[in-house]
């Protein structure tokens, strides 16, 4: 969330194209694997008003929590399922 805020400062729109944000992507630029591996993220919504990441759990993280295999934060401030963060 933090890198595309930065995009959007600088580009005035956000981006689906992780390489533009800076991180490790396939050559599709559309998904990146977070350091630990245990979760996958991209963009399913980017325009000039708002952005959606979707982070998919990976591997063992799929069986870890159940509730949280798909966590989603967007421009907006909202996070869901809400059950999958901390207070």
Not at 43 to 59: D, E, I, K
Not at 65 to 81: L, V, Y
Request: with cysteine; proline share 3%.
């Amino acid at each position: 969330s933090n890198r595309q805020e930065q995009y959007y400062l600088d580009h005035k729109t956000y981006t689906n194209n992780m390489r533009r944000l800076g991180l490790n992507a396939p050559s599709n630029n559309k998904t990146h694997e977070v350091e630990n591996g245990l979760y996958e993220v991209k963009a399913t919504t980017a325009n000039s008003s708002r952005f959606v990441l979707v982070a998919t759990a990976l591997g063992v993280q799929k069986t870890r929590d159940e509730a949280c295999k798909e966590i989603k934060p967007d421009s907006d401030g909202g996070k869901s399922p809400t059950a999958c963060w901390a207070n």
